[in-house]
């Protein structure tokens, strides 16, 4: 074990730091800019990109609840996506629902996706590490096939939406609004977890699994827990996407390049870090989009993705935010032990540790 | 009934070569703990090989081996030096398959520039060509793709357990330390057991190429077929591979006679069967525990 070290595991009680003022003042610009973004750049082509940024936002944020936090590499969780998005087109032709009628779908998206997550991480679970990664491209595969293959799901053709009949001025505000929100709320919860004594446990189970069980981790509890709510949101997300794409297929809906693409973003930005993947979602869909639009000739821009991806893993493999937190970290220690003298640092809180204190 | 022998025959005579294909990606996840996805891609990758040698230069793809085993073994080598040698910490598991992946990515877009989307194949005589042995129709180009599959495997089963250097492959496999310890080049083992862990595709490629059309979306189909035989066989194990990619391609051509729609089903199907009732894969070691 490589000292993993908690951030910001030591809570001054009562006493509100200045780091706290900064990253809350930070936080809550960074929303109003968000809420005030499709008032401000009203162009349809720059809202529409925003959508898919905040899509992918929610699906990283989401993943890394629960692969971040427990070390469990999904590369399925494209299964909720997908299911998110046949649902809510089923449901919305077979209940005939029309305009923001459609929206109304998106919860129960989610929990289908939350139900589908129980006996696939039932059965996925049993496993670890590389076999765990594989069972989950296994599962990916069946939904694809069986997307393909059945009626309901239309085939090869897929499904298409009905026609919306939104002001063509503010058409794209809902979907932001809506991505948004799931978006937001996803960040919000994976944060809660991570403070608390649950997103501990499986922090302790990515550590070691077997030293944490010993301590008295129900690790199979965490962990499914941990995977079904990670599938709700990716189901929401993926239900909007389709009504905002109006088309879902086979392969577009049970695409294993979003999977990678999910997984590189919390990489990016700090795996297991709650703002990480947030930054990399950030980061990497608009760039994608860009690289997209602008080397429309041919496929030099999959060969750049390529690239990219390796740049990012081999140079960056700890992530934007860990990285940046150890070298202000770092400033910050040599300026006190200037200033006060030999001032001993707090000694470092591994999380099998505080698991020991909690379990 | 003589459908059902003929799927039986088309099984083995397949499964051999996915079974050679999947025997490189568990070797290279013995040594060095890493699934590479980029085996489908590679797979592709030698097959187009083999089709613009065949095409533009007029080289028989068999012949054209000559030029494609070396070919795969050195770009194998470069991969390993260049990416997977410098994976390291406790990310290393989750890394080494997104590295790979994009090497995958990188190799996918490369095809799709040169060649297009456009489904290839080639037909060397020996493609279309069958003979009638007590009444199935083998095509030549199985019974090639058999016996180069069957000399492959057997060449490195003997270069694992008649060879020194097989001897420190296996070391390298059982503790890497203890190996580093006892004198063993672990970079140079690795290097070299990636480098064959690919050049296998070559042959595969050919066989592959030659009995469909493909173009470079082929590799996703190929990288999960693979990957589910080498889990069903148990991660590392060459004999589990063997087995498991025998079975799985004949269940494959079996169900193919009544549901040809849900035939691929059939690897995930059975996949899931198995690891419910036994997690570690048909020949697979109890799992190490997760540091």
Redesign the interface.
Known sequence: MSGSTVSGGTVSGGTVSAGTVTRLTAIAALLAFAVAFPLVFTNPAVTTDAIYTLIFVAWAAAWNTFSGYSGYLSLGHAVFFGSGAYFTAIATHDWGLTGSQVFWLLPLAGLLGGVIAVPFGLFALRVRRHTFVVITIAVFFIFQLTAYNLAVTGGTSGLLAPTINFATATYNNPFYYIALGIAVGTVLISWLIRRSRFGLQLRAIRDDEDRARGLGVRAMRVKLSAFVFSAVPVAMVGGLWWYFITLVDPSSGFDPLNDVAVALMAFLGGLGTVSGPVLGALIIEPSYLYFQQQVSAGYFFWILYGVLFLVVILVLPRGVIPTAAEWIGNRRDRRRRNGAGAEDRPPATTVTGRAKELA | MARFLQAVTDGILGGAVYALMAAGLTLI?GVM?I?NIAQGILVVLAAYLSYALSVHLHIDPLLGLLITVPAMFVLGIAIEWA?MR??????R???S???S??????I???L??IFGSTPVGYLPSYAVASVHILGFYLPYIYLIGFGLAAVALAAIYLMLYRTKFGRSVRATMQDRVAARLVGINVDRVAALTFGIGVAVTAAGGMVFGATNTFNPDSG?DLI?RL??I??LGG?GSIAGALAAALFMVTAEEIVNIWQP??A??V???V??IV??VR?T?LLGKR?A???
């Not at chain 2, 410098?86 to 990310?91: A, I, K, S, V």
């Open positions: 996840f703990d699934i990416f410098r994976l390291r910490g406790r990310e598991v989750a890394m398959l997104l590295v992946y994009a090497v995958a990515v990188i996918e877009g490369a799709y520039q996703y999960s990957l589910s080498v889990i991660l729609t849900w691929t089903a690897y995930y199907a996949l899931v690891l419910l997690p894969g799992e525990r997760a540091q």
